[in-house]
């Protein structure tokens, strides 16, 4: 294998299928048709209440300077799929279309587009994969780390899982969406210096492995450091690694911060306690308790129930891997494409499961909330060219599957969720720093009524579709039968007939 191509690039970092298409667009003259296509996901991850959306600036990264190297060009030549007028094309091509999206760290709800590519066909299938992939992963880490922010409080929650993360670019950049989602620093300090995450840590068993007994370590390490954590499990917590740490911080006084101890192994619960009482009894009040081993945001949640007197929380495997959703199924569907005349003609995909029938033609995505305190009353999917700020008589919200539910609403807010990212190519946006785009997660979460923040069976957030966009799915979902009942009529001829 090898990664040495001095002109790598991230254009051929896509399904082939993508491409096979794009050759056939091409062959046929068709390429330059434009296209509408959302990304949108069905199901929330972790039956999480909402989502936390990222992956924004890594999406802009890849699309701006996007183009195919001369070795890209020469593997396709070599894989001998792809004409050459094709390869020719895609050695000059560039991305020309426009991508609209939320603010990174904004709150967002399965079945609604949460990115919208606008631009030719060919341009817009060629990122699919790459935008899917790194929307999926970071919006799934985000909002699992959102998930343990809600179980810790104000408590400090520390991001440990690159040893632990499928390869270095799902841990970098699953630091940079943990630390979106609520987590406070990092121990990777490769993300510390490019995202600017504060840094932080504790010393491994094998410092204390290395010295053979918990002193000595924890001496050495205080001679040559200032802020201390002492990891106290290696051999006893309560007998030997407790003893060790209160003897090495009294012993230093004023020439070390100690900032207190770590446990990692054991029943957190119950040692914690114990540690609790050794600390405080010898002089420590204010030392921290951090503690790791598998955690998540149910054994925090019952760690908690127990009383256990752990202040900081440090989580590698279940974070950064998203242990029990491994993977956001976010799709990205076409919704609309140019005809043969010029027009746009919005498509749809069917499914015998309604939830699984797409929303056709270009949208909006409206967050409506309440004027008088900005709380929450839904999302509404509306078609591109409606405004529900200007509804007359109160908005209609109503389910888009079972719709007898539905309410009006008044005196509301409606602010649209896709804004202008790149246009015609180029780049419109300013992408915000890290800490803003942190802050905003949290305002917006903090914005969300309580019933859809709990991590347990919160309930159903409303995304809803406008009245058009609901009657425009259902004329869609009628041509689509005429035409299949067209075609099935053509081939069952004069005397078969298909009893299915
Ligand atoms: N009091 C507790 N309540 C609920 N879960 C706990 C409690 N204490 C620890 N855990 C969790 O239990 C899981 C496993 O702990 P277990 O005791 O089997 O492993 P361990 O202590 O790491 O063992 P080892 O000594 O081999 O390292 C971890 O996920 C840990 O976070
Ligand atoms: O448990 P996680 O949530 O995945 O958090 C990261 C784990 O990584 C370290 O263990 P490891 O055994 O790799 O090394 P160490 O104990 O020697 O530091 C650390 O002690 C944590 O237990
Ligand atoms: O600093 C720590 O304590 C740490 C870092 C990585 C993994 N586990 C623990």
Known sequence: ?????????????????????????????????????????????????????????????????????ASDIAYLRETEQFDEQFLDYLATWRFKGTIRAPKEGEIVFNNEPILQVEGTILDAQLIETAILNIVNYQTLIATKA??????????????????????????????????????????????????????????????????????????????????????????????????????????????????????????????????????????????????????DETTITSLKMQDAKIDTWGIGTKLITAYDQPALGGVYKVVSVENERGEMVDTIKISSSAEKISNPGKKQVWRITRRKDGKSEGDYVAMWDEDPRRA???????????????????????????????????????????????????ERIDALWLEYRRNLNPQEYPVDLSSKAWNHKMNLIRNVRNYVDEVAHEMAGEDTEYHG
């Open 146 to 295: 959102a998930r343990m922010r809600y179980v810790v409080g104000d408590q400090t929650l520390l991001e440990f899982g690159t040893r632990r993360a499928q390869e270095m670019d799902a841990a970098i950049w699953g630091t940079r969406a943990a630390y979106i989602g609520g987590f406070d620093a990092t121990s990777n300090v490769r993300a510390g210096k490019v995202f600017n995450i504060p840094i932080s840590g504790t010393h491994a068993h094998a410092l204390v492995q290395i010295y053979r007994n918990d002193y000595d370590a924890f001496k050495a390490y205080a001679e040559t450091h200032r802020d201390v954590v002492f990891l106290v499990d290696t051999y006893d917590t309560l007998r030997s690694g407790v003893p060790a740490a209160i003897r090495v911080a009294k012993e230093m006084g004023d020439r070390i911060n100690f900032i207190g101890v770590r446990i990692d192994s054991g029943d957190l619960a119950y040692i914690s306690k114990g540690v609790r009482k050794m600390l405080d009894s010898a002089g420590f009040p204010d030392a921290k308790i951090v503690a790791s081993n598998d955690l």
């Open 1 to 69: 294998m090898s990664l040495d191509y001095q002109d790598d690039s991230l254009a051929l970092h896509t399904d082939a299928y993508q491409l096979s298409m794009m050759q056939t667009y091409f062959m046929k003259g068709i390429h330059n048709r434009k296209a509408v296509y959302e990304l949108f996901f069905r199901k929330l991850p972790f039956a999480n209440g909402y989502a936390v959306f990222a992956g924004l600036e890594r999406v802009v990264d890849y699309v701006k300077d996007l183009s195919f190297s």
């Open 392 to 442: 007359i008589g109160g908005l209609l919200m109503f389910h888009p599957v079972n719709t007898y539910v539905s309410k009006t609403v008044t005196d509301y807010d409606a602010r649209p969720l896709l804004r202008d990212i790149i246009v015609d190519g180029e780049v419109v946006y300013t992408l915000p720093k890290l800490d803003e785009i942190k802050k905003y997660a949290a």
